[in-house]
């Protein structure tokens, strides 16, 4: 929407979106944690089933009498054949592959399964305010001028003209306030992003101006006018956010812009906390929008003015109290926290690089689904944990029988193909129980 002129300092492989890219394609091969573990499990298991089948094939030679060689043949080959670890190999990924699915019926894209098995365990939840909590529409509701201000009509095409370089939310908003009254758009020479606290730019006539937050009109030793700071202050109390437009020496006007609350927000962040999860708010706007904002959604612990960096610092923080933290967010300043973060949720509106970066991503903006996500993590981790635990005793109790230690009690003997049989039983069995994920209620 703009122009810009920019320094490559790295490119093609070496560059931060595509080490972003890498590690996203790396992660979507990865396996669950605990699929890690049951392929070394299945890795010892073998050639102690192998190991089972011989000794069997040993003792039954030895002591069992005429029928020696037929009885050790059949249970040795029914030990190898009830002990096949099919069972144990698809209880993992059968229900890794229906949470994922069922998570796609319900507006949850997830990337690789680690995140999936992990989410049970987040007790933190970070959010982002513009565009998570709220709807990311930012609009205009008021511009106040400076007293006995001339020029107004200059001034107003020199901000569209600035903010018109700017691809920031709140920017969009001027831009089409300022478009709704007709404005043309004056020249500029140079334009300059300030991260995290506005732009700066200089006019055809040399005079610099700046937009951003107060931080910047203080950093930059521009003076406010005391009606203009008390109007401010008043609009910040009322959620909205507030920007500062001056040259060199004075502020020239301030604009509120409110950004509507998700209707859904407040109740999705009451369930987290119901489930006894701590619910963070950070945003780079002003303590007293963000003390707004949180109050009416809910919430108790906040932060406003973080840069992007901090935000990342903010996840580490956290995590060395030991907490697992889920970060939400939707613009590339909240790439760097994403990646930081236990599980990384990005909401399907936002930009590119959150998406990649995320290990979930929301298609709707409904925060209803992050609950959503965590008891579905919750559901698969049980149905992994169910298909385990029978697999296991499938095997614990069918080995013994086929090697024949019912034969001196009874004189059964677990014929081959009914071995197969049972075998083939405890694998339906396993996916059966995964595919009951996609009857739970989320």
Not at 230 to 245: D, H, N, R
């Amino acid at each position: 929407k703009g122009s810009f002129t920019f320094v490559a300092k790295e490119v093609g492989g070496a560059t931060l979106l595509a080490q972003i890219i890498r590690m996203v394609q790396e992660a979507q091969g990865s396996k669950a944690p605990v699929q890690q573990l049951v392929d070394k499990v299945a890795g010892v298991f073998v050639p102690i089933v192998i190991a089972i089948s011989i000794i069997t094939f040993i003792i039954w030679m030895l002591l069992g009498g005429e029928d020696a060689f037929s009885h050790a043949l059949l249970t040795s080959v029914a030990v190898l054949v009830i002990a096949c670890p099919c069972a144990l190999g698809l209880a993992t990924p059968t229900a890794i592959m229906v949470g994922i699915g069922r998570g796609a019926e319900n507006n949850i894209l997830i990337k690789d399964a680690e995140s999936l098995e992990l989410g049970y365990k987040v007790n933190a939840v970070i959010l982002d305010k513009t565009g998570t909590i709220t709807e990311g529409k930012p609009l205009v509701t008021d511009i106040l001028w400076k007293d006995k201000l001339q020029n107004q009509k200059e001034y107003k095409e020199i901000l569209l003209a600035i903010e018109a370089q700017s691809e920031h939310p709140l920017a969009e908003a001027v831009v089409n306030h300022l478009k709704e009254e007709n404005i043309e758009q004056a020249e500029i020479t140079s334009f300059e992003s300030i991260t995290g606290k506005g732009v700066k730019a200089q006019s055809e006539k040399g005079s610099k101006y700046y937009v951003g937050n107060h931080k910047l009109m203080v950093e930059k030793d521009i003076q406010i006018d005391a009606t203009l700071m008390q109007t401010a202050e008043s609009l910040e109390e009322k959620a909205k956010t507030v920007i500062f437009f001056g040259n060199e020496h004075q502020v020239l006007a301030i604009l509120a812009i409110a950004d509507k609350i998700k209707e859904t927000s407040k109740k999705a962040i009451a369930m987290l906390q119901e489930r006894g999860i701590e619910v963070y708010m950070l945003t780079g706007d002003n303590n007293k929008t963000a003390s707004a904002v949180a109050k009416q959604v809910g919430i108790t612990n906040y932060q406003g003015e973080v840069m992007p960096s901090d935000k990342a610092t903010f996840v580490e923080k956290l995590q060395a109290d030991g907490k697992i933290v889920a970060m939400v967010g939707d613009g590339i300043n909240d790439s760097h926290a994403l990646a930081q973060a236990n599980v990384s949720i990005a909401m399907g509106k936002g930009s590119d690089i959150a998406m990649d970066v995320a290990k979930m991503t929301l298609i709707t903006s409904d925060l209803q689904s992050i609950p959503k996500a965590l008891e579905l993590s919750k559901r698969t981790v049980l149905g992994i944990r169910q298909n385990l635990f029978w697999a296991f005793i499938y095997n614990i109790l069918g080995i013994p029988i086929a090697a024949g230690v019912l034969y001196p009690v009874n004189g059964f003997l677990l014929d081959p193909m009914i071995a197969g049989a049972a075998m083939a039983f405890s694998s339906v069995s396993v996916v059966a129980n995964s595919l009951r994920l996609k009857r739970v209620k989320l």
